[in-house]
């Protein structure tokens, strides 16, 4: 499956350089469109409704967001002629100069369907873009719904330029929400929450009657919402599903669609008075550079609001509810995981991994029904599904053979993905059927949760040379982190091994379950503001992670026998993939908010794979190696001539000021070490840099290393005082040719003013060369640092699979604020 996919991705080898997130994007939908669902063109040569014409073949479509079914009605079409014979087919002239005739008739119709005054906008998502911008001060604070329409998103990027105050809210946590406003109103002018009526993907209701409850008791809660998919279809004079629930306030603000239900085209902003209509058609960007509405589709609004204010309107509605009730009707009696059981026309049906939705998609197609895939970035990757949508073109016999189609295709995508529908229930957080419970899949790989399960030689010839993770190196940790009362210090490990019919092993790895501060592998300055937020609020962007490897250990934790298995090969793929859903198994029993696969460098066959899998690269941290040279001259004749240059500046003149102390267990001076000191030097590195933001390591840590023969203490002291505490300590890890400092802890006072750092890294190259090792593992961070004794730079990537994005779009909404990784 990955060499078929790299043939499938254009230019990839390009993409995999510039590791550009519009590339990954691009080649991720790419692969939706080339599976045939997604990108379609329609062939028909008069539309009925009910079908459309593909490759071909006429489908069933359920991808309409005409949910009434007007576009085809007689008086509808007719409009359109009418009006291209008084007015033409365009009237070019921006709304700030001129407005067609037809405008006035339509806004004012609108404005007695929605109950305020309106302005009629090119589309909805320029309504956004005039009004958000237009309203929103720099007092202001806005609060975003994580699942609010991608167009309010927009808008609110343009409008935080002014300074405004943005967050984001888990969606559906009403309590958060509640919280949030209550900490904000008392600081700002206004504060905004945005919205959406009926949401685009799921289908599922605003709570708009809490909202507005809220609205009441804060007298500065301005309420935004977008009720594009829910305008027409429900509430008086087809008024909405926010407007039917919520008095029209100078509160309240809805921008709506007029090419949805309503069956015509541009968007909608009603207001509560006329100084707030007038504001944003005087100021909104679009509204002075866009193009108009042309008469011809202001023609059909002009009908479609007749017909929407006649007592036609009403049957049209309960019919559509009757369809809308038949359809869920039918996927419940077929036991399918419907994600949201609100009364709308929008459908979906929660598969999980994007490639299975494609499957499932294209299943779908091939059998004469077309819906629409639903995957990354418009859903969480984890989140993929079928969504399809209810119009009053659809009938009975339509529903039922949809639903009969899923059925029957449903569990085939999944085995032909080599997946489970298992774990969909838990990731939308619904009940499964009793008739959907299957008995669990045998398990290909061998699953252990001690280090002290596995064969000491077996674990060492697979992965003890690439880290401090050897069997021994883990005992260490497991003891360390089994602190099950403190969430910051209980890792709890899971080792995982594959084998051939022989009993080889061909594949192996290790995870570790632990408490992130989610901006880990951000830069320092995103996480100084997550900290200065985490001062109020200690639980802020902290989760469960299930991470490959351990956040005390660095290089390549995945073994994949290269003899066994060839890179690509069907047995290279089923050994991957039959660790990846054990991973992916664990990490939902461990309730991970991330699975995160790290430290792998580039490798465009295993991207391709990980990529159909359903995760997300980003850039990782560089890890760093250097040779050691036989002696120090030689090691600096090595260096370039700026390295040089930096050596005898910065380096060389404190070489005499330190000396250094090796301590292992079995030395006699480990049995008076100042452990207090030691805790406390570690406590002052890590105060005083966010590099790679973790929690700190128990001060338990550096005195238990010591009961393991591969660790041992490099005290660092000022020369000549050798009774003294220490200024510097590391932590090492000794192994066979290499050596490995993992953790450092320094007087800060000694750093700013004594060269300590420099010396401390002059001090692992000549530990190093005493004990004959040739390689020195340097880890991650310091990278200039480091580059400057010789190391050599190894780019890694992260492979993310989330269960919601929620922590990564408010990571990216700080960024943004920051100014951060946008440019």
């Known amino acids: 499956m990955a060499l078929k996919a790299l043939s499938r991705i254009p230019h990839w080898e390009d993409a995999v350089r510039r590791r550009s997130p519009l590339d990954y994007l691009d080649r991720f939908v790419s692969r ?56 033409g087919t365009q009237f070019s002239s921006s709304r700030s100069y001129l407005s067609s005739p037809l405008y006035a008739a339509v806004e004012e119709r609108l404005a007695e369907i929605l109950g305020g005054p309106t302005l009629v906008t090119p589309s909805t998502t320029l309504g956004h873009l005039s009004a958000i911008p237009a309203l929103v001060e720099r007092e202001d604070a806005m609060l975003m719904d994580h699942q609010v329409h991608h167009s309010v998103q927009t808008a609110v990027q343009v409008a935080r330029r002014e300074g405004c105050h943005v967050e984001l809210v888990r969606h559906g946590a009403f309590e958060e929400l509640e919280a949030r406003v209550t900490e904000l109103a008392p600081r700002h002018r206004r504060v905004w929450v945005l919205a959406d009526g009926v949401y685009s993907m799921f289908g599922d209701l605003a709570p708009v009657d809490a909202l507005w409850a809220l609205a009441e008791r804060v007298p500065n809660l301005w309420l935004y919402i977008d009720d594009a998919h829910g305008m027409g279809w429900c509430g008086p004079r087809g008024c909405g599903s926010v407007l039917s629930r919520v008095p029209m306030t100078s509160r309240v603000i809805v921008a709506t669609s007029l090419n949805k239900s309503f069956a015509a085209a541009g968007g909608c902003l009603v207001f509560g008075d006329e100084e707030t209509r007038r504001r944003v058609f005087t100021v909104g960007g679009p509204m002075i550079f866009a193009g108009p509405v042309q008469p011809p589709m202001l023609g059909a609004a002009l009908a479609s609001a007749e017909i929407h204010l006649s007592d036609e309107l009403p049957a049209l509605q309960e019919d559509l509810r009757e369809r809308i009730d038949a359809c869920t009707l039918a996927l419940q009696e077929r036991g399918l995981p419907l994600v949201s059981s609100d009364r709308t026309p929008i459908h979906f049906v929660g598969v999980g991994l994007p490639r299975v939705a494609r499957n499932l998609a294209s299943r779908l197609l091939d059998e004469g029904w077309f819906v629409n895939v639903s995957h990354f970035p418009a859903v969480p990757m984890k989140q993929a599904g079928i969504r399809f949508t209810v119009t009053r073109h659809l009938g009975q016999e339509d529903f039922e053979g949809l639903a009969d189609a899923l059925a029957r295709h449903y569990e085939p995508a999944f085995r032909e993905e080599g997946q489970t529908s298992e774990a969909v229930w838990r990731t939308f957080g619904l009940s499964q059927p009793a008739s959907r419970r299957r008995p669990g899949a045998p398990r290909e790989v061998e699953e252990f949760d001690r280090i002290e399960a596995l064969d000491r030689s077996e674990w060492d010839r697979m992965l003890g040379d690439r880290g401090t993770f050897t069997w021994n190196g883990l005992r260490l940790l497991e003891r360390c982190f089994d602190d099950r009362d403190d969430p910051e210090r209980d890792w709890r490990f899971r080792y995982y091994v594959v084998r051939d019919e022989r009993g080889h092993p061909i594949a192996a790895t290790f995870f570790s379950r632990a408490s992130w501060k989610l901006d880990m592998l951000e830069d320092a300055a995103v996480s100084q503001e997550v900290e200065s937020r985490r001062a109020g609020d200690p639980g802020f962007l902290v989760a469960p992670v299930f991470s490959m490897g351990s956040l005390l250990t660095e290089g390549d934790h995945l073994f994949l026998d290269p003899e066994r298995l060839p890179p690509g090969s069907p047995a290279w793929e089923k050994a991957l993939g039959a660790l990846l859903t054990a991973a992916r198994d664990r990490a939902e029993a461990e309730s991970a908010e991330w699975l995160v696969l ?226």
């Not at 007689?74 to 007015?87: E, H, L, N, S, T």
């Not at 790290?598 to 465009?604: G, I, N, Q, Y």
């Not at 980003?618 to 030689?634: F, H, I, K, Q, T």
């Open 32 to 87: 939706t469109a080339e599976a045939g669902v997604l990108h379609c063109r329609a062939e028909d040569e008069v539309l009925n409704g009910r079908t459309v014409r593909i490759e071909g073949r006429d489908r069933v479509h359920f991808g309409s967001c005409s949910y009434l079914g007007l576009e085809l009605d007689p008086r509808m079409k007719q409009a359109v002629c009418d009006a291209a014979d008084r007015f």
């Open 598 to 823: 790290r430290d792998l460098e580039d490798d465009p066959i295993l991207e391709a794979f990980l990529d159909v899998q359903g995760f997300v690269r980003r850039s990782g941290p560089d890890r760093l190696d250097a040779r050691v040279a036989r002696s120090e001259a030689a090691q600096l004749a090595a260096l370039g001539s700026a390295h040089r240059r930096f050596q005898r500046r910065e380096v060389l003149p404190w070489n005499d000021a330190y000396e250094i102390e090796a301590v292992d267990g079995r030395s006699p001076a480990a049995a008076d070490l100042p452990w207090t000191r030691i805790a406390d030097l570690y406590r002052q590195v890590k105060a005083s840099s966010l590099e790679l933001n973790t929690f700190a390591l128990p001060d338990s840590f550096f005195e238990r290393a010591l009961d393991y023969p591969e660790w041992e203490l490099l005290l660092i002291r000022e020369r000549g005082q050798r009774e003294a505490p220490p200024v510097g300590v590391i932590a090492a890890f000794r192994a066979p040719g290499r050596y490995c400092p993992v953790v450092i802890g320094m007087d800060q006072a000694y750093v700013r003013s004594r060269g300590l750092y420099r010396q401390a890294l002059r001090a692992t190259f000549t530990r190093a060369r005493q004990l004959g090792a040739q390689r020195l593992q340097l880890g991650l961070g310091a990278t200039l640092q480091k580059r400057r004794f010789g190391a050599r730079a190894i780019a890694t990537n992260v492979y993310l699979q989330a269960e919601d994005h929620y922590a990564l779009d408010v990571l990216a909404q700080i960024k943004a604020e920051l100014g951060v990784g946008t440019g």
